[in-house]
């Protein structure tokens, strides 16, 4: 039997990717597999009944598959409990309804076009047809959400407003931009040609967005505790007493802050606040990158040297994931940094992405967490780990199952793990990392506060103007930025609490494995265990890990 198909289970596992791929394009080029390239999906209701079918016959077809081994025990489990959630979500149109400027079909086929390859004249044909098959993506992801408009299944109207915002970003000329990168001589004309419809295409689902769509759109931005907490397993993979957890996020924001505003004296003495002292701090020359050449240049370093300092010490990372790509996001993206996994070859790298926001000037005091988190030991290594473990871990378990509680949770985890090993020892730097530890504190208070509709510390109800005002104040974040990530929590609602829950279910799987094997615990080996376990929900995680003993 092949590496690729060590068992039956193991086959049908790739055989449902295979299929994923096929219905999905985009979804093909963010999972690195090839032979889609050239093509779009069907983004209509119908385009989704065809997936959901998909998924549904993935499941079914498990309960006719043993188990050979434990590897296989631990793919079967993940695979039911992603795909059954998947339905759950589906049978709502959930996901076909909860779209936003973070994420929507418009910014996937973007994104997925910036990341192919255009060198080679077959890269090139390729990026051609894609941007030809632009207008009727378009027009199936219209259809989609018109149709469950007229069944009174609407998006909330921030996010509509969100979207045609991008949108006419992209049509002032980012496909047109993209060509003349690829083609700067001209000698292509039919992508040049695509290029200039897609950006027309773009601009015209804006106008539409705004015309035809913003009149339905819901006026209410919560989604409820019912549909809030079906979210939240999803992207946690755990049964969350959502109070709790709530309450338990204030506490944590509270804990940080005080450490923040200890450590503010020391970055900036006798400022007045945690405000100010970010504002300083980003006016200090000693922390400003000019350019985004030198800012592309500072953070491949970087990573350079955490991958050097780490490997061999806490972890033992693998001679074909040792890079991590650095590149300047597209215009339009989202406010945040964010990573994209290599392809399932190993040949495209797993890529770091900044997002400029159309800045020259930046400020580095926050940007080591950041990308530590995003890089190496976080979301780079545990997600390139992953892909590369092709025998132990099925096609499913690398490239579909995303389980962000554990995969941001390993992120936010990585992060606290820099800390304790003194990687912090700047105090502009050390504030940059609790600054981030309080942005996803307070994003599991205001992800909860503003979806069930909870009081703040004020006794008021969460509004997307307080959360913004807690962020600024409390996660240092600039105005532009913390109104994105309101924007963002309420979009996907349940998924911004998945990074601390996460971090806490990292960090007590780690004390409770170090309480168990005593003397035998060690660092290194605990990483190297959970690591290859692959993504999983929490609860899976966790049980998982229980019966580690050491070795």
């Keep these: ?164 915002a991008q949108l006419e970003t992209f049509a002032e000329g980012a496909y047109v931009e993209l060509a003349a990168r690829l083609d700067p001589h001209a000698r292509r004309p039919a992508l040049h040609a695509a290029a200039m419809v897609a950006d027309r295409e773009a601009g015209a689902l804006a106008d539409w967005l705004r015309r035809g769509c913003l009149a339905s759109a819901s006026v209410n931005d919560a989604v409820g505790e019912e549909r809030y907490a079906l979210w939240a397993a999803s992207y946690t993979g755990s049964s969350l007493d959502l109070r709790e957890t709530y309450e338990w996020g204030l506490q944590d924001l509270r804990e940080i802050t005080g450490r923040m505003r200890r450590v503010a004296s020391s970055a900036v003495p006798g400022a007045a606040s945690l405000r100010e002292v970010a504002t300083r701090l980003d006016e200090d020359p000693r922390y400003l990158v000019r350019g985004t050449d030198e800012l592309l240049a500072r953070l491949r370093a ?45 040949s495209r790298p797993g890529t770091t992405w900044f997002p400029t926001l159309g800045q020259d000037v930046f400020s580095w005091w926050s940007l080591p967490s950041t990308w530590y988190h995003e890089g190496v030991p976080g979301h780079h290594l545990q997600i390139a780990t992953a892909v590369a473990e092709r025998n132990r871990l099925s096609a499913f378990q690398r490239l579909v199952e995303s389980a962000d509680g554990y995969v941001e949770g390993w992120a936010l985890y990585a992060e606290r793990l820099m800390d304790d090993l003194g990687a912090f020892d700047d105090p502009g730097e050390e504030l940059g990392f609790l600054s981030g530890q309080a942005l996803r504190a307070a994003r599991v208070v205001v992800d909860i506060g503003l979806h069930l509709g909870l009081r703040d510390p004020r006794g008021e109800v969460w509004t997307a103007a307080s959360a913004v005002d807690l962020l600024v104040d409390e996660a240092l974040l600039d105005l532009d930025y913390a109104r994105s990530e309101v924007d963002r929590y309420l979009a996907i609602p349940g998924q911004a609490i998945s990074y601390k829950v996460g971090e806490r279910a990292w960090l007590a799987t780690r004390e409770a494995a170090r309480g168990r094997v005593a003397g035998e615990f060690s660092l290194r080996r605990f990483h190297a265990r959970a690591l290859l376990l692959g993504p999983m929900g929490l609860d899976r995680f966790t049980s998982e890990m229980s019966t580690w003993d050491g070795r």
């Design 1 to 164: 039997m092949s590496t690729e198909h060590r068992s039956p289970l193991f086959r049908h596992a790739a055989e449902y990717v295979a299929e994923v791929a096929r219905l999905d394009p985009v979804a093909a080029t963010f999972m690195g597999i090839g032979g889609y390239d050239d093509q779009l999906g069907d983004y209509s209701l119908e385009g989704a009944a065809h997936r959901t079918d998909a998924a549904r016959r993935a499941l079914a077809r498990l309960a006719d598959l043993d188990d050979v081994d434990e590897a296989d025990r631990i793919a079967r489990g993940v695979m039911v409990d992603r795909l059954s959630l998947q339905l759950e979500l589906d049978a709502t149109h959930e996901s076909m309804v909860r779209w936003g400027a973070i994420g929507s079909v418009p910014l996937s086929i973007r994104q997925a076009i910036e990341m192919m390859p255009g060198e080679t004249e077959d890269e090139i044909d390729r990026v051609t047809s894609r941007l030809a098959a632009v207008p009727t993506a378009y027009a199936t992801w219209r259809s989609g959400v018109a149709e469950l408009a007229a069944q009174g299944v609407t998006t909330p109207r921030r996010h509509v407003l969100g979207v045609a």
């Design 302 to 346: 970087f990573l350079e040297r955490a991958v050097a300092a780490l490997d061999g010490t806490h972890f033992d990372i693998d001679a074909r994931i040792r890079h991590c790509d650095v590149r300047i996001a597209p215009a339009g993206s989202a406010a945040a940094p964010y990573y994209t996994g290599p392809s399932d070859d190993l």
